[in-house]
Structure formats: C-alpha cells, structure tokens
C-alpha cells in the first residue's frame, strides 16, 4: 500500500480546506494591520454556530450562514475593542479564545447535555464531469463538496483583490503606512473593519466547513489550534497569497499524512523520499534564485538533506506512537518557520493602532 | 498625574470590568434557565464559603498567581508569552521524571524537583526565544505551536515511557512522598507551595522596584532604542525575561503534579490555567503584587463554577465566559480615555458655543 495514494491526497484536499478559507479572510485583516490571534475563536465560533444553525432550522446553508454570522459577531467584537478602542489586538485575541471557547462549550453543555450528539449528513459531493476522469489526481480534487471548490480559488481572489485593485492598494497601505494612507484620503479604520470582517466571514466558514460540511456534529473545541496553524501559516508565506497558499497546503498535507501514518506500522520508504525531495527541492530553489541571505541556511540545508537521504537508502524501520504523529503538523510547522524566515517583512503598521504614531 | 491616581484609575478599570464580566455570567445563567440566585449564591460559597472551599481556591491561586507572573516577565521586556500550556506542562513533566526517579522521602527531593520543573519551564521557552532571536520566528506563534506539541508529548510520555507499570490506565506513577509539597491546612487541598508563589509574587515587585535587573527589563520594554543607548543588551534581556517567564510557568506545572491528590502526571495537567493566568496579570494591571488578589478572585470564581455544577446544574464551562469578558473588559478599559467615547464627548464639548475647536494635526506628535 502507497502511502501517497489517491485516498491520501482526497484527505490532503479535504484538511486543507479550512485553512486555504480562513488563510484568505486572514491575509486581507493582516495586510491592513489587524492581527487576529482570535481566528482560533471565529473557527471554533463558526463551527459551533453553524451546527446549531442547522439543529435549529433543520438547513444546511443556513448553518453555514449562521458560522458566517458567527465568525462576523466576534470580529465585530474584535474590531470594537482594538480598531476603536485602540485595545491590544494580542490581547483582545486571547481574550476572544477564552470567551469563544467558554461560549461555544456553555451552549454546547446546556443545549446538548455536553455530547448528546445530533448528528448530520455532511454536505453531498458534486463531482465535476470531465475532470473527475482523470485518474489520480481526478476523484481528489474534483469529487469534492461545493465549499472544498471555494477553497481553492479563495486566496487567488484574494490575492487578486489585493494586488489589482483599488481597494487592495488601501488595504495594503492601511497595514503598511496607517498614517500615510490617513493623509493621503484614505479611511484607514474603514478599511481595517472591512478587512477584519473579511477575516471573520472566512474564519466562520471554515469553521463552518468543519462541523456542517466535512462531519456533520461538533465536539468540544472543535477548531484544534488550526487557527494558529493559519497564522504560521501566513507567517510563513510572508504576508503573501503565493507564500500563505503554499503554507496552508504543506500544513494540510502533513495533517492528512500523520493521519494516515498512523495506520502504519513504520515510516515507509516513500515518506523519507518525499522529506529528502522536499529539502533538496528547497536547497536548489535557494540556490538557483539566488534567494540565500544567510549562509548557514544552506549548511543546515545541506546537512539535513544528506541526513535525510540517508534513511531513503538503509530504511530503517522507524514506528512512532500516535500522540506524537498528532503533534507533528505543529513539529513540521515549527520547523519550517525557523528555517525560512530570515527575511521575513511583516507590514510595518501590524497590530498598531492608527493611532499609534 | 501621579502614580497614585494612574494606579486608582487602573483598580477602578478591573473591578468595573470583573463585576461587568460577573454580571454577564449570571445573566447568561438567568437566559439559560437556571435560577440565577441560587447560582450566584453557590457560586459564592463554592469560593469562600468554608474553610474547605477556602483551601480549594487558594490551591488554584497557586498556577494562577505564578502564571499571571510569568506574563509580566515577559511583557515588561516587551516579549509575548502566550505558550504557557507548554510550559507548564514541560515543568510538570520534569518534576515528575524527578519525583519518581527520586526515593528517600526527605524534603530535599521536592527542592530539587521544583528546580526540575522551573527548568523544563524555561528550556521551553528557550526555544521559542532563541528562534526569536535567531530566526526571527514571533513568539506569539512559536510558544503556541510549542503548546500543541507539548499536549502531545504529554499523552504519549504517559501511555508509554512514563506510565505506571502494572497499571491500565493512562497516568505516570506518584511521585515520591518526599518530592510532594506537604499540606499546609489540613483537611483541604491547600499545600506549602502557596508560600512559594506569593514569595516569588513580592521578589518579582522588588526586582522591578529595586533592582538593577529589573530596571534593565522595565527600560529594554519600555522603549528599547534608549535601553540600548543607555548601554543594556535588549536581545539578552528579552532573552532571559523570557526564560524566566518560561521557568515561573514551570514551577506552576510543578506545582500542579506536586501538590496534586494522587501526585502523577496525566492528560490536561495544566487545566487550562495557562490563558487564565494571562487574565490574572491583565486584571492586576500587570503589576506582579496586584496578581495575588486578582489570582484569589479568578481562582474563587473557578472554584466557584464547580459547586454551581453540582448545586444547580450550570455547566463549569460558563467560567470560561466570563474570564474571557475579564480579558477582553480590563484591556478595553484601559484605552477608554483615548477611544471614540471620550473623544465623541470631547468633540461635543467642543462644538459647544464659546469654545475654540482645536485640533492637532495628525502627524503633529511626532
């Protein structure tokens, strides 16, 4: 059995989902200059409203209408206290993962008795005609619900509205140069609000997306840190779509692979390849743009490479127990932040209030 | 203004949104259909009500007040610590590796798994430090994402290296009698380690207050360009700020296995005091003294919630509701005489015949 097989890459496309909606909503709030360390709390919020949405009115989109709604709601709250208020938006952020979290789990425990679960069909597939012929890579990507289809063109609109529009360039100078967008015309806390609501509609429907669409029920604390994980995830891109999607995808596809290697008795060959690729792939990428700020990356590289060729040759029979393939998105993510940021440049005016000069 | 004034206004803003977030609570209680007094009431009693509930709520000032502590360590250098689930967990961790490796039952054993646990705090928030310093990776991300790894190493460590032989269940075994805090009023949960953290409660304010240390951090976080002007190496304070943070949050871990009924270590150790304990410091107005009050409410409201369970039914969770009204209420509360209200009210005042509109330009404070 191949561990990349078909199976792997619908789980792949299905896991990534959440983070590509949420990565797009986030991207527009960072670049104006709002961090939500609360995006936690509009997945968890989305994703309890939304099954609560459809337990009370029996309809899927409404549901996921109610997550929107939801995600909407504690941005809202969000935008109150820092965009208005000036509060720390760090602050605030926790604060909205404590409050959400308590929120969504005292709703849960009253109405539910606390697990109870009603439980509902997920959202039906729609299977594109031809495409979904194609073998392989056909019935991953193309027989998937509605909502995984929005996810892939999420964050090229955005990064379309970001880059080709008006409002983009607004955006981009509300995070870059708060008041120098105030002195050129520009409403910078009009447009940090429209940006955060972004972040909370995108938060909420990837919430929703979980519980209404992939599963069916909700369960305490149902977002599991992809909130964080988005924000590394961005972090990682360098504020960029390309960076963030890119992100989201290596994040979500190491989620599917450790659900998947749990199943198996030790680490395939296949997997120590597919790490080996992945290093040298990024050391000639370093190498051929021409993009290496900092020698010791390529010595670090190097050595990581050679170490993990050197299992694709012996194989060694290497078994982890499955709490710690559990922790290994967080691992991964960890890992590739330390090596790829050194120029990193965050938009200057990033958590800043407008106000802040 | 002075200091005084400053430090009233501050009290005035935590109680008004304690009592805010209290309120919200009880309203919440009343929505749902529970009855709303007979709830405040055990509420009440649950925190303060006896010397049993005395005992169980200054037993969870312990994490509270060391947690709340650690967030101003690091704040104070203009670090951000939000991994203190992490942290917590690698003291636990520590401390009971030590306690269980140690046998004899003198009390030497507790001090050396305290430092254990302060340690493993620390070596965690290294790591978020040195890739702070070295990589440019922002804390808020890497202590998070350090957390989940944590909550996973702990459920393996105990269904697997660490778990008590002979046994089914996933826990490590107890540590030994000598590496357990003893109890310090007897007949409730309430240990020695009390003393320890409202000790290290008065030496974190007399760091700050009197101290060359101390004064280094307060000017590396309160404009760091002039710290380093002034000769202080910022990146090696934050650094050890952040390591000091780290091991306070241990010590809490620590104290969670230490100081705990059957003194092992199992899944969700550290319950969840790591975001509360960030409230306690906010409440406090990040002044390490103020934290042992905030830290008693916050810990009575906690206890509280779970006699209300049993009482009346109300789901514990509705605690959580309210601590993050606490967190959200007191940093809001500090902004209010910059925000649109007052400036909303100054404008009409303005706008008042008699008076002369004056407006700075933008830019003009800078």
Known sequence: MNVFDATWLATSVVACAPLLLAAAGELISERAGVLNLGLEAYILGGSFFAYWTEYASGSLWLGLLGGVAAGLLFAAVMGVASIQFGADQIVIGIGLVVLVTGITSYIFDVQFAGGATVSFDPMGKTRIPLLSDIPYVGAPFFDQNVLVYLSYAAVPIVAFMLYRTKWGLAVRASGEAPTAAEANGIKVRLVRWQALMAAGAAGGLAGGYLSVCQLGFFVHGMSSGRGYLVLAAIFFGRWRAKGALIGCVLFGATQSLQLRLQGFGAVPREVWLAVAMAIVGHLLYLVLARRVSWTATLVVEGVLGALAVLPVITTPSVTLPSELWLGLPYALSLIVLALSVGTARMPSGLTLSPRAH | ?366
């Open chain 2, 1 to 366: 203004m002075s200091d005084f004034v400053l430090g009233l206004r501050r009290l005035m803003h935590s109680v008004a949104a304690a009592a805010i977030a209290v309120a919200a609570g009880i309203l919440c209680v009343h929505i749902s259909g529970f009855p709303a007094a007979e709830s405040a009431n055990s509420l009440l009693v649950g925190a303060v009500g006896s010397t049993q509930a005395w005992g169980a709520t200054l037993n969870e000032v312990v994490p509270l007040l060391l947690v709340g502590l650690a967030w101003i360590v690091a704040i104070r250098a203009a670090r951000i610590n939000v991994g203190f689930q992490g942290q917590m967990l690698a003291g636990a961790i520590c401390a009971t590796w030590t306690g269980t490796h140690l046998t004899g039952g003198s009390h030497v054993e507790l001090v050396v798994a305290v430092i254990a646990a302060a340690a493993g705090g620390a070596f965690l928030a290294g790591i978020a430090a040195a890739l702070a310093q070295w990589r440019g990776v922002p804390e808020i991300i890497s202590t998070l994402l350090l957390s989940f790894i944590m909550v996973q190493a702990v459920a393996w460590l105990i269904r697997g290296p660490m778990m008590q032989p002979g046994q089914d269940l996933p826990q490590s075994s107890p540590v030994d009698a000598g590496a357990a805090w003893p109890t310090l009023l007897s007949g409730t949960p309430l240990h020695y380690d009390i003393l320890l953290a409202v000790g290290l409660a008065v030496l974190v304010a007399w760091a700050f207050r009197s101290t060359r240390a101390g004064w280094r951090v307060r000017m590396t976080g309160d404009n760091p360009e002039a710290a380093q002007h002034a000769g202080i190496a910022t990146a090696r304070v934050g650094l050890a700020a952040m390591l000091v943070s780290g091991a306070l949050s241990g010590v809490a871990g620590g104290s969670l296995v230490l100081s705990s009924l059957l003194g092992n270590l199992v899944d969700g150790v550290d319950g969840g005091f790591g975001l509360v304990g960030i409230a306690v410091a906010l409440l406090a107005g990040n002044s390490a003294l103020a934290c042992i009050p905030a830290a008693v409410l916050l810990a009575g409201l906690d206890q509280g919630g779970a006699l209300m369970e049993s009482t009346s039914g109300v789901p514990p969770t509705l605690v959580g509701i309210v601590q993050g009204l606490v967190i959200i209420g007191v940093a809001v509360a500090a902004h209010l005489h910059t925000g649109v209200f007052t400036k909303t009210w100054t404008a009409l005042r303005q706008s008042l015949p008699g008076t002369v509109r004056v407006r700075a330009p933008r830019g003009a404070a800078e």
